[in-house]
């Protein structure tokens, strides 16, 4: 079965900080996607990236990057310089490549993410 | 990115009423997915379609029923409300683009209380 971790319940930052955000994940499957989205007080969640299992590159995006690393099964977050539209509960999902799993996403229990003016 | 609608965004209703959330989406996704978030933030699948006519239910064990008789279109209903009901509900769509799996897009999500 799969599993996606998010051990920091809340994180708070003033801004302009540098922030980063914990994924690790348990997956029997050798092909696998990760996930990260962010829910603003809103209330909808907004895709921000997706990665393949097979394609550890960094990626880089304005403010936003992600570190993913299969050897320790981490997919971590981070934000540089942070702002107050940051705010908001950041999660992490994996999903499987196939069989009766596939397409569906296994969510982690969210990181809510405040910054302070 | 998927253009994906519900209604109504917020709902309160007494205990007994039969109440139907409505989503839709306008990219011809042929996969459509309900979740349920609690209070303490975790998202759980409820239902998924993976077509018209195909409906499957999630991890998680719900009263809710869906029906999905046209591709843009995936509501959800319960019967009888009770307060254990009183969530927020998550409504996505996605569809396979080259190879590889799926991004799921959201709606805005309907806040049901029920008292």
């Known amino acids: 079965a799969q599993k996606v971790t998010q051990a920091q319940t809340e994180i708070s930052v003033v801004e302009k900080e540098d922030v980063t955000l914990d994924c690790v994940y348990e997956t029997r499957d050798t092909t696998y996607y990760l996930f990260w989205y962010k829910q603003p007080p809103s209330g909808e969640l907004v895709f921000l990236i997706r990665r393949n299992s097979f394609d550890e590159q960094n990626e880089i995006s304005g403010r936003y990057s992600w570190n993913f690393q299969k050897s320790t099964s981490s997919f971590n977050f981070t934000i540089t310089a942070s702002q107050v539209v940051d705010s908001a509960v950041y999660f992490c999902?994996?999903?499987?490549?196939?069989?009766?799993?596939?397409?569906?996403?296994?969510f982690g229990q969210g990181t809510i993410l405040t910054v302070h003016p | 990115e998927a253009d994906i609608y519900q209604t109504p965004r917020y709902l309160v209703i007494g205990t007994g009423k039969k109440i139907t959330l409505e989503c839709s989406q306008t990219?011809?996704?042929?996969?459509m997915y309900w979740y349920q978030q609690d209070p303490g933030m975790e998202l759980h699948l409820i239902h998924y379609s993976y077509g018209v006519n195909s409906t499957e239910k999630g991890d998680l064990s719900s009263e809710s029923t869906v029906s999905r008789i046209r591709t843009e279109h995936f509501p959800l209903t319960l019967e009888s409300a009770r307060p254990s009901h009183t969530s927020q509900y998550l409504c996505?769509?996605?569809?396979?683009?080259?190879?590889?799996?799926?991004?799921?897009?959201f709606g805005p999500g309907t806040r049901l209380t029920v008292l």
């Open positions: 996505a769509s996605s569809s396979r683009t080259g190879w590889g799996t799926d991004t799921q897009y």
């Open positions: 990219m011809g996704h042929d996969k």
């Open positions: 999902a994996l999903s499987e490549a196939g069989g009766t799993s596939y397409g569906k996403l296994t």
